[in-house]
């Protein structure tokens, strides 16, 4: 009795593993179970929002539609961003609507911002838990009264990745479109040949890039080149911090790229845009934000 049992016992154990070796042999590496510590608990990355409900934009001066109206006077109801005016159909209007602007659009830009003043910024519109920031910066960074007196790219790095954590903490869901900075050597080049605008920008407007304007020196000629190399790295730092947040959408250099023209610029400065370059901003803008993939 005692034999026949070990007998069953060793049939019904070679049994087992006939059965187990036959298991592994029919799944294969399709059903390996997954190594401790790994994707079952992982969640899926989140997924751009192309009908933001509501929009709160941060930045500069041209955010506020500054010289848009009137010289030297802000007019945010033409801005890009948030304004109302239909002929500027902002990214707020196109998103939520001409009624829904009042009530689901804020507007925390500051006229002569730059990127240090940023997370202050954000931190003020995180309060609303938006479904979208706005950010246009850095041209006053770059505008400075001499290229040496430019923000460090570095310190412009660390302040917008300050702002993104600012953000991230108060408001995690909020979504961000990024714009570039505007090719400032490409606004030089529209008013350079006009006396009037010449006589304008000797107010002081933009001297990093704007000085002796018809300067052909190799000074001249070097300084401007310098801004311009500068604000194309501000725009590489931007892509940069803005690819490492989930949440965070980059222009792709849309604004940068754009071709502004003195019809779209501020008659009163020829610098700022004016209706016609703040409607070019926005429609940008709108395309970026409501796209299925981001621009490569």
Not at 173 to 199: A, F, H, I, N, T
Not at 234 to 239: A, F, H, K, Q
Request: positive net charge; aromatic residues 6%; hydrophobic residues 40%.
């Amino acid at each position: 009795m005692r034999t026949t049992a070990v007998r069953r016992r060793a049939r019904r154990t070679s049994a087992g593993l006939a059965v187990a070796l036959l298991a592994a042999t029919v799944t294969g590496c399709d059903s390996a179970a997954p190594p401790a510590g790994g994707d079952r608990g992982a969640q899926a990355a989140p997924r751009w929002n192309t009908a933001p409900a509501s929009v709160a934009a941060v930045g500069d001066s041209i955010t506020r539609g500054f010289d848009a109206c009137s010289v030297l006077a802000d007019c945010p109801e033409v801005s890009w961003a948030t304004g109302s005016d239909p002929a500027v159909r902002s990214l707020a209007a196109r998103l939520l609507g001409d009624a829904e602007v009042p009530a689901r659009s804020w507007n925390y830009a500051v006229t002569g911002s730059r990127m240090a003043d940023l997370p202050a910024q954000v931190a003020t519109a995180a309060q609303h838990k938006p479904g979208l920031v706005t950010v246009m910066v850095g041209s006053n960074d770059a505008c400075r009264p001499t290229p040496s007196s430019m923000t460090p790219v570095a310190e412009f790095r660390a302040d917008f990745e300050r702002a993104l954590k600012e953000l991230r903490g108060a408001s995690p869901q909020s979504q961000v479109y990024v714009s570039s900075v505007p090719d400032l050597q490409r606004l030089w080049q529209q008013g350079k040949d006009d006396p009037l605008v010449r006589q304008v920008w000797k107010l002081g407007i933009c001297q990093s890039m704007l000085a002796e304007p018809l300067s052909a020196e190799a000074g001249a000629t070097a300084r401007r080149e310098k801004v311009r190399a500068r604000v194309v790295e501000y725009n590489e730092v931007l892509r940069e911090v803005c690819a490492a947040d989930a949440l965070c959408r980059y222009d792709g250099g849309a604004v940068f790229q754009y071709p502004f023209g003195a019809e779209q610029l501020s008659h009163w400065d020829w610098f700022h845009p004016g209706r016609d370059g703040q409607a070019r901003l926005a429609e940008l803008a709108h395309r970026q934000v409501t796209a299925a993939a981001p621009p490569r």
